[in-house]
C-alpha cells in the first residue's frame, strides 16, 4: 500500500522558518517527481515546489528565495525547507510523488502550517 506521510508543520512567527518532511513507502518503482502543494482556506490548491529524480526544481514565485526543496531518491523523502515564512504562507500543505511507469500520482494527507504575524 502506498502511502504518502508528511511531517514538520505547525505554528511559527513572521519571519519563522518550518522544514517539512515527506516520506513515501510502498513504493517499489523510481518515483519521477516528487512536489509540494498548498491550500488555504477558500482558495484553490496550488504548487509550492518540486524537484525531479534528477535534482531539478521548480518553484512558485511567491516562495523563491525562501523556500527550497530536496529529496533523497533512495529514501524516498522530500523535504521543504521554509524560511523568512509570511502569514500568507498559512495553508495546508500537501506532498505528492508522481511515478511515470505508472501513470500514478499518489498524495500525502497534509500538514498545517499556520504563520502568525
Known amino acids: 500500500q502506498v502511502q504518502l506521510v508528511e511531517s514538520g508543520g505547525g505554528l511559527v512567527q513572521a519571519g519563522g522558518s518550518l522544514r517539512l518532511s515527506c516520506a513515501a513507502s510502498?513504493?517499489?518503482?523510481?518515483?519521477?517527481?516528487m512536489g509540494w502543494y498548498r491550500q488555504a482556506p477558500g482558495k484553490q490548491r496550488e504548487l509550492v515546489a518540486s524537484?525531479?529524480?534528477?535534482?531539478?526544481?521548480n518553484y512558485a514565485d511567491s516562495v523563491k528565495g525562501r523556500f527550497t526543496i530536496s529529496r533523497d531518491n533512495v529514501k524516498k523523502t522530500a523535504v521543504l525547507q521554509m524560511s523568512s515564512l509570511k502569514p500568507e504562507d498559512t495553508a495546508v500543505y500537501f506532498c505528492?510523488?508522481?511515478?511515470?511507469?505508472?501513470?500514478?500520482?499518489?498524495w500525502g494527507q497534509g500538514t498545517q502550517v499556520t504563520v502568525s504575524s
Open positions: 524537484i525531479t529524480r534528477g535534482g531539478n526544481t
Open positions: 505528492n510523488a508522481f511515478i511515470s511507469r505508472l501513470s500514478q500520482l499518489y
Open positions: 510502498g513504493i517499489t518503482f523510481t518515483i519521477d517527481s
